[in-house]
C-alpha cells in the first residue's frame, strides 16, 4: 500500500474559490475540477450553512432571511449533496475499488469512483480482519452453501403456504416473484419435506378452443363436497379467455334460485357476457317448458352453450379438480361457514396470485382478464415481479371487457 500523502490545506479564498463553482457545475464536478476531495466541499458548504447561509443561497448568492424556531419545533436539517442515499457496491466492485486504492492512494481512488475515503478504510479494515481469519472479506459474496438454503427456504416456504401446488406451479410462483429454480431442483426439496405427486388419468384430446375476449364466454359448474356430514354444492362461474372466476356461490343442493341470484350478482360486478356455457344440469335446465335460468339469459340478450361432452365444460372441470386439491384436500373445515370464509380467500387468491399454465406461466387470469399482460410481463422480465398491490391496479368495479352494451 502506498504511504500516506500529507494532508493539504485550504486558505479561505481557495475555498471560496471553488464554492464558486458548486451553484454552476455541482459538487462533484467542482471537486474533480479543483483536485478537491468530495467531502472537503461538502464540509465547506456545512460549514457555510452554519453560519446562517442554506445551500440555497449559495446557489443565488443571497442570504436567506433567517426564521427563529418555535421552543417544540427544532431547526430542519439543511439537505445537502452528501446527504444522498447510500449507495451499495457488490463484492467484485469493491474489490476494484481497493486494487485502486492500493495502486494510487485512498483519495484518488474515492475521487475516480465518487465515493467517500471513509467507506475505502472500512473495507481495507475488514479486508485485514478476514485475511486473519476474524471475519467476512467485504470482496468475497456469500457461500454457495447460504445460497441454497435461501433458495430451498424460498421453495419450501411457498409450498407450505399452498400444499396443494405441485413443483411446476411453485416454479412458476417463484418466477413471478423474480427468483429462478428449476422444476427439477423444486421436486427434489419437496419431496424431502414429504411431497408425493399425485397419481393423475389424464385423457388426451385435441378439440381445443379459447375465447377471444373477455366476457365472451362463461362456463358454469358445481362442485360437490361434504363438509363434516354435511353435503355443499359451490356453484363456479369461470371466464373461458382469462380464466377468472367471475363469480361463486355454496348451497346445499343444485337450486335456481342460488345460480339466477349468483349469475346476476357477477354480471353487476363484471357486465354481461356474450354466452354462457353448462352441462344442463338441473338448477341450469329444464326439460319441460324454460327454467329460470335460461329466462333469464333470454332476458339479459345472452346465448346459451350446451356443453354436450365433458370436454366442452374443460375448462371449469380443470378449475374444479384443482379446487378439490388445493382448497378441500388441503384444510380441514369445521363448519360450512368456514368452509364459506376459506373459499372466498382461495378464489381471490386464484384470480390475483395464482400462476396459471395456460396463461403461459407467468400470468394470473386477473392478469388477462384486466387487460394489464405487457405491463406485468416487463416488470417481471426487469427483475421487479408482480404482486398486488404494487401499483398495478384493478379496474373499478362495474367496468367490463367485451361485455354486450345493454
Known amino acids: 500500500m502506498a504511504a500516506k500523502k500529507k494532508r493539504q490545506s485550504y486558505t479561505k479564498a481557495q475555498r471560496e474559490a471553488v464554492l464558486a463553482d458548486v451553484p454552476t457545475i455541482g459538487v462533484s464536478a467542482t471537486a474533480r475540477k ?4 468530495q467531502t472537503s466541499v461538502s464540509g465547506w458548504l456545512r460549514a457555510r450553512s452554519r453560519e446562517g447561509l442554506t445551500v440555497a443561497a449559495v446557489r443565488r448568492k443571497t442570504p436567506p432571511t ?7 419545533e427544532t431547526p430542519t436539517a439543511t439537505r445537502t449533496p452528501s446527504s444522498r442515499v447510500a449507495k451499495t457496491y457488490t463484492p467484485s466492485q ?4 481497493l486494487e485502486d486504492a492500493a495502486k494510487d492512494g485512498v483519495t484518488a481512488a474515492a475521487t475516480k469512483h465518487g465515493m467517500s475515503r471513509f467507506s475505502i478504510y472500512d473495507w481495507q479494515r475488514k479486508l485485514t480482519k478476514a485475511a486473519a481469519g476474524a471475519g467476512p472479506s467485504p470482496t468475497s459474496g456469500p457461500a454457495p452453501k447460504d445460497i441454497e438454503q435461501q433458495r430451498d427456504a424460498e421453495i419450501l416456504g411457498e409450498y407450505k403456504t399452498h400444499p396443494g401446488l405441485g413443483p411446476s406451479q411453485i416454479v412458476n410462483q417463484l418466477r413471478r416473484k ?6 427439477h431442483t423444486a421436486r427434489r426439496v419437496m419431496a424431502d419435506a414429504g411431497y408425493r405427486p399425485p397419481k393423475v388419468e389424464r385423457q388426451k384430446h385435441d378439440r381445443r378452443y379459447q375465447a377471444v375476449r373477455p366476457n365472451h364466454l362463461w362456463h358454469l359448474d358445481f362442485v360437490q363436497r361434504y363438509i363434516g356430514k354435511v353435503s355443499t354444492f359451490t356453484l363456479i362461474l369461470i371466464d373461458d379467455c382469462s380464466r377468472y372466476v367471475v363469480g361463486h356461490g355454496v348451497d346445499d343442493a343444485e337450486r335456481a334460485d342460488m345460480v339466477v341470484s349468483t349469475f346476476e350478482e357477477a354480471t353487476e360486478r363484471h357486465g354481461r357476457p356474450e354466452r354462457v356455457m353448462h352441462d344442463k344440469g338441473s338448477a341450469f335446465w329444464s326439460w319441460r317448458g324454460i327454467s329460470r335460468f335460461t329466462g333469464l339469459l333470454t332476458e339479459m340478450g345472452i346465448d346459451v ?11 371449469v372441470e380443470v378449475f374444479n379438480a384443482n379446487l378439490h386439491k388445493e382448497l378441500f384436500d388441503a384444510h380441514r373445515f369445521y363448519d360450512v361457514a368456514e368452509m364459506r370464509r376459506r373459499l372466498e380467500a382461495h378464489v381471490h387468491w386464484y384470480n390475483h396470485s395464482r400462476t396459471h399454465h395456460a396463461l403461459g406461466g407467468l400470468l394470473v387470469p386477473a392478469d388477462r382478464y384486466y387487460g394489464r399482460v405487457a405491463e406485468v410481463l416487463a416488470r417481471i422480465e426487469a427483475g421487479a ?3 398486488v398491490g404494487d401499483g398495478i391496479e384493478l379496474r373499478p368495479a362495474g367496468v367490463s371487457r367485451g361485455s354486450v352494451p345493454g
Open 305 to 315: 352453450v350446451v356443453a354436450e361432452h365433458k370436454e366442452w365444460n374443460g375448462k
Open 178 to 183: 423474480g427468483i429462478k429454480v428449476s422444476v
Open 385 to 387: 415481479g408482480r404482486e
Open 94 to 97: 469493491k474489490a476494484l475499488v
Open 34 to 37: 479543483h483536485g478537491v476531495p
Open 66 to 72: 433567517p426564521v427563529a424556531p418555535t421552543p417544540r
